[in-house]
């Protein structure tokens, strides 16, 4: 069972103390991150002029895709079938549920046939009710960015109930920002996504 968002705050309060902030993630130094501080208040960044858009991975010779190249990583595959895997991203992060879907097939969301179209919809439909199922999870977001990478790549992402600052489309800033919750709990809830899904079909390996 995920953690209460009482067990949350207390594990978040046991790093900052009161009154302390958890440290800046990484996304503040990307050339994306919208913000930053203008004498002493936070500003949007100015925005650089337009230029060509870099391939993304599987778009050129250079940039091959790692999901192509590789397969799915065994030890991240919490659910699979003939023509989709769902894998996590390799371990407990500051949100309780953090699942990626992906076709086996090197294809973008909008250039699925309507076979895979139809699975795509059950399948995330099932996963969406089976995660915000789960104890002490408030909402499943469903997002796809596809900026990075062409392989298409569905993010599933389960937040804590009752934890009411981490909502909305912030919501996956405080993965990264969040200390990482106990392994077994994630674990216990991964087992559970994937054996509820598999009684619609596929194979669990969580
Ligand atoms: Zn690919």
């Known amino acids: 069972m995920a953690e209460t968002a009482e067990q949350v705050h207390a594990r978040v309060l046991a790093v900052t103390g009161s009154g302390g902030h958890l440290a ?16 002493g208040e936070i500003a949007p960044r100015q925005l650089p002029p337009p230029a060509d858009e870099a391939p993304r991975w599987g778009e050129s010779p250079d940039k ?29 992060s500051g949100l309780p549920v953090v699942l990626l879907l992906e076709p086996r097939e090197h294809l973008d969301f909008g250039q699925l046939d309507d076979d895979r179209a139809s699975e795509y919809g059950r399948i995330s439909n099932r996963l969406v009710r089976i995660i915000e199922a789960l104890p002490n999870i408030g909402r499943c977001h469903a997002m796809r960015y596809g900026d990075g990478g062409s392989h298409m790549h569905i993010w599933f992402v389960g937040r804590t109930a009752r934890l009411t600052s981490v909502l909305g489309s912030p919501t996956i800033d405080w993965d990264d920002v969040i200390p990482p919750g ?4 994630w674990r216990e ?18």
């Open 182 to 185: 106990p392994e077994d709990v």
């Open 64 to 92: 091959p895709c790692g999901l192509c190249a590789h397969g799915p990583d065994p030890e991240r595959v919490v659910w699979e079938d003939e023509h989709w895997t769902l894998s996590h991203p390799g371990g407990p």
């Open 189 to 206: 809830d991964l087992r559970a996504i994937a054996t509820k899904l598999a009684n619609w079909g596929g194979d669990a390996r969580a």
């Open 24 to 39: 800046m993630p990484a996304q503040g130094g990307w050339d994306v991150f919208p913000w930053t501080v203008v004498d």
